[in-house]
Each structure stands twice: as C-alpha cells, then as structure tokens.
C-alpha cells in the first residue's frame, strides 16, 4: 500500500524487469468541436472587422464567442454551443454580406429593386471543409463595384480623423460616416452584375451619369421627384426614343391638378394644348366637356410641341412605375441648386445630346436627331439594344475623380436606415443562453 502510494506521488515505479511502470495520464482530452481553432478565429476575425464594411459593431457576440472557445475545453455542452453559434454567425454574416443586413422594404418604401438573392449557405459550409478560410468566403459575397470599394475606403480615412473634423462645406466627421454607412448598405441592396454600359440618375446629386466602362462618363443635370412625390429606385432599360412626343398624364395629375384648373377656365385645356378624348378614341370639343363629372369619362392628351410637359424628346424605359426620362419646357429650372420639383419622372438637361449617346448611331448624330425634332412629327428611334438604367437613391458616391462626395438626403431616407442598420448588430443568439408619377409643368 505504502509503495503504492509512493510510487504515485513519483509518479513510476520499477517493474517486475527493473522498468519504469508508465504514470497514470493527468491529461484530459478536449471535447472535439466541428470548428478548428484557426477557422474559429478567422470567423471571429471576420465578425470584428465588419463594422470597416458600414455594420454595427457587435460586442457582444464577439464576447460570447470568445467565453464559448474557453469553456469549450473543458466541457462538450459548450463545444456543441460554440459550433453552432459559429454556424449562426457564418450564416448571419454572409446574409448580410450578400443582401444586406436590413430589408429595404422596411425603411424604404420607394426601393423597388429586387434584393439579391440570398447566399447559399450549405455551399458556402462545403467550401470551408475544402480548406476555405470564412473570411475569404464572405469577402466574396460583397459588391466589388469600384464605387462601393471607395466608400470602404473613405470609412476608414473618415475614422482615422478627429471627432470634430469637417469637410470644406462644413459637415461633420459623424455625419459623414453616416453617410457612408448608409450607401454602403444600399449597395448591398443592388444588383451585382450591373453592365459597364448604362445610366445612373443619382437622385439626390440631381445628376444623370451615362457610364461606357473606360470612356469618361457623361454627365447631365436632372429634375428629380419632389419630396411629396419621390422618384422611385428601380432598374429599367431604354427601349427607344421618342422624338415630339404626346403626353397623357396619369389619373393622379388629372384628378388633382388638370380638372380643378380646367373647371375653373374650360378654355385652359385647349390653351395648353390638351385633346380630350371619348371612351372611342374620338377628341371631344373642351366646350362640351362636364369638367365637373366623377369619374372622369374622358382621356386628356396633350399635343406634341414645345409647350409639352414631356418638350421635345422622351427616353422610354418601360417599368411599372409610369417614370421615364424627358425633356421639359422649363429649362430656367436646371439653374436651380435643388432640383426635386417634379412627379416622380426624370426631367434631364440636354436631351438631345443625351438621346445621340445613347443612341451612338452615326445616322443619329446629334445635328440629325435636331432636324427630326424641327420636323414637329411624332416619331420613335428604336435603340439598337436596350440600354440598362438605374435610378439610385444614393447620398454619397464618388465623382468622376474618385473623391467622395455628398448630397443633401432630400427624402430623408438615411437615419430610418442607419437605425436599422444599428438594430441589425448586437445579436448573440438565443442558442447560447445569453443576454441578448411623372412631370406636370411647375407652376
């Protein structure tokens, strides 16, 4: 008993042959666990530097991962617990990474692209096993746009500078990470496979940019939706355009604008140019029009010509929104510094000049497509392909030097976004356990 005890306390004992008996093991053998140690802080790695892409910081999670892995040696439950946890991150992170962290449906009721599709997890789950490491799995998820990469870029310039630093028109170092932060979830919301060649109308920069992949963009002003009748995000193609075009404006203008104002003063409709139209097809003398019935039986036009609201030329990119591109009789108004004044179309500065790029036929130069306008008929160019536009509501974006620059948010769209956004982070998960229309003229 005594040399038992011994031999315990020296750890061996001679053997029957004079050889050392091997000690008892002291060693006790971790819980196995799905996520290796270096995939595990790759992941954490990952999850602490998404705040760079624009997320909100998650302490918390960050922490309970960090108690897990500790636990995690000691006790199978909480090896089990750390693997799923780590599975919920992966998945979290690569959601939002691929489709953003906020349902745009939520804080933005005129986003009307369709989200991204939402990334394939179990693939993604394949890919580690075959020596992928998360970070770079997730990398791959985000949009790798120039634009948003220098938005990145700017976040983390933004973060190195002072609390109180201000840019030259005065906004604030915090307002401008906002920003930021707030169009880079926007981008996450749009399409990844956006061709080189198509339009951006930048509504809050009152700017159309005509992109050509290495040939410098064009740039015109635009008149965008006012902000009772915002213009909608949406993606189109231009399919033709329309040289001297009628305009038949929708229910909405004509209830609300055209019947008061020509109850008043019948001799305003044909003033203005507008044919009133039976359920036939036929114009109808404005003389024998009952301006005050409702519902309206009848269909307002209005003849092509200078005085049209849609001027001399229209872009008609069909989508459900009833919004294309035209010119307008009110140039004077492109001097304006804020540009939201119309129905929800896009009124554009230099029509023609636009119509003859877009176009890029040497039969349509830009001499020949005035000369067709001169004509006074209506006729419509068919495109040679159909040219992909997109209308953004973007608050920062670079300009054609890659600095960044920012516009007022004329629909106040960024803070229900950037509340959202904030919402999206701080989310351990259950599992763990712990605490957790188109342009009436202006008048």
């Known amino acids: 008993m005594m040399l038992a005890l011994v031999c315990a306390m020296l750890g061996a004992c001679a053997g029957p042959g004079g050889e050392s008996a091997p000690a008892p093991s002291s060693t006790i053998e971790r819980p196995a666990r799905a996520w290796s140690a270096a995939a595990l802080s790759d992941l954490r790695a990952a999850l602490d530097s998404a705040p760079a892409q624009g ?63 939402a990334p394939d997890i179990a693939a993604l789950h394949a890919s580690l096993a075959t020596g992928e490491s998360p970070s770079r799995a997730l990398q791959a998820l985000l949009p790798s746009a120039p634009e948003y990469n220098a938005l990145v870029a700017e976040l983390a310039r933004l973060r190195s500078l002072a609390d109180n630093a201000a840019d030259e028109n005065g906004r604030a ?27 951006d109308v930048l509504v809050p920069f009152f700017e159309l940019r005509l992109r050509d992949g290495a040939t410098p963009e064009i ?60 359920r036939a097809g036929q ?11 409702r519902p309206f039986p009848y269909t307002l036009r209005q003849r092509a010509g200078a005085g049209n609201a849609l001027g001399r030329l229209r872009f008609d990119l069909p989508n459900p929104y009833a919004v294309y591109l035209h010119d307008t009789p009110s140039r004077g108004l492109f001097a304006r510094a804020e540009r939201a004044l119309s129905h929800g179309c896009i009124r554009v500065s230099e029509p ?58 004329i629909y106040r769209r960024d ?21 957790t229309e188109c342009a009436a003229p202006v008048r």
């Open 55 to 117: 997320f909100a910081p998650d302490a918390r999670t960050l922490a309970e991962l960090d108690r897990l892995d500790r636990a995690s040696a000691r006790s199978a439950e909480a090896a089990v617990t750390l693997d799923a946890l780590a599975d919920e991150i992966f998945a979290r992170l690569a959601t939002h990474f691929a489709t953003g962290a906020v349902d745009p449906a939520r804080v933005d009721p005129e986003w009307r692209f369709l989200r991204p599709a």
């Open 173 to 199: 170092r915090d307002d401008r990470i906002a920003a930021i932060r707030a169009n880079l979830e926007r981008w996450r919301w749009l399409p990844r496979d956006r061709p080189a060649r198509r339009i």
């Open 219 to 278: 740039s015109h002003a635009v008149i965008v939706g006012a902000r009772r009748t915002p213009s909608p995000s949406f993606g189109a193609a231009i399919s033709s355009i329309t040289l001297n075009p009628t305009w038949t404006p929708p229910s909405s203008i004509v209830t609300n604008e055209l019947l008061p104002r020509f109850r008043r003063d019948p001799s305003a409709a044909a003033a203005e140019g507008f044919d009133v139209l039976d």
């Open 283 to 293: 114009i109808v003398d404005p003389a024998l029009v009952d301006w005050r019935a």
């Open 352 to 409: 023609d000049a636009l119509a003859a790029a877009v176009l890029a036929d040497p039969s349509w130069s830009l001499e020949a497509l005035r000369a067709a306008i001169d004509v006074g008929e209506t006729r419509t160019i068919q495109t040679p392909t159909p040219l992909p536009i997109y209308i953004l509501y973007l608050t920062a974006t670079p300009d054609a030097s890659g600095a960044i620059t920012y516009a007022d948010d």
């Open 415 to 435: 803070a229900p976004l950037l509340r959202a956004l904030d919402g999206a982070g701080d989310q351990v998960a259950a599992l763990t356990g712990a605490e």
